[in-house]
């Protein structure tokens, strides 16, 4: 079983359309969690972290469910630029390393 | 600027060659990684390094190596022995090896065997 599991869309959505994405993670014992955002061909870059009592960053929400060991991305007010591929990353306690575990990514099209 | 730089960016290669992969940081990180991303796949960890003359294997070191002789410098050589080296790699630091620092990007070197 993969360690992080993402549905990979494609998700086509509007402007201004809200979507959210989840991302289910299997060790319970995990720490960490990311967001990341990866344009086509480029780099992964952070798009934020999340915290166990869910946080916000304009547009955008993180919240974490340890209960079910799933984290969700939330984009309100889509716009045209939010159309990326979006990797849910994962850090599992007990490693001394901070390696990540990544998601095989979501992909979101916003159309005008 | 402070950031992380790999080179080249495209990478053509004949079966059988080595190459090496350049990734440079100057924001002072301890930790380095090496990651590969093949289409429809998450990112998979080939080497990391937590400080100078110390690296690590990843989930798919076979067919690579690396060397970390100088804290601002990690480069990957791919040898013939991969077997499937036509990828993205991407090269990672941080400014320690702790579970909860946050990793940056290079830009990536997208490698092509021929």
């Known amino acids: 079983r993969k360690e992080v599991e993402q549905d990979p869309g494609p998700f086509n959505v509007p402007e201004g359309a809200t979507v959210a994405f989840n991302c289910t993670y299997s060790?319970?014992?995990?720490?960490?969690f990311f967001w990341y955002r990866q344009d086509c061909r480029k780099e992964p870059k952070l798009l934020m972290s999340?915290?166990?009592s869910g946080n916000e960053d304009g547009r955008f929400t993180a919240q974490l469910n340890r209960a079910s060991q799933y984290i969700s991305l939330l984009i309100r007010d889509s716009k045209l630029s939010d159309s990326a591929t979006y990797l849910c990353v994962v850090i599992a306690r007990g490693s001394t390393l901070g390696r990540l575990y990544f998601g095989r990514g979501t992909q979101l099209t916003v159309w005008p | 600027d402070g950031g992380i730089t790999q080179s080249p960016k495209y990478l053509f290669r004949k079966e059988g060659q080595n190459v090496t992969l350049s990734c440079e940081q100057n924001l002072n990180h301890d930790a380095m990684y090496w990651y590969r991303q093949d289409p429809g796949q998450g990112l998979r960890l080939i080497y990391y390094?937590?400080?100078?003359?110390?690296?690590q294997k990843g989930d798919i070191a076979e067919g690579y190596s690396v060397s970390r002789e100088k804290k601002e410098s990690f480069p990957l050589t791919v040898t013939s022995a991969q077997k499937n080296p036509t990828a993205f790699y991407l090269c990672?630091?941080?400014?320690?090896?702790?579970?909860?620092?946050?990793?940056?990007f290079g830009p990536g070197t997208r490698l092509t065997v021929l």
């Open positions: 390094s937590q400080i100078v003359n110390d690296f």
């Open positions: 060790n319970s014992a995990s720490q960490s």
């Open positions: 999340v915290y166990s």
């Open positions: 990672a630091s941080s400014m320690s090896s702790g579970r909860t620092d946050t990793q940056y």
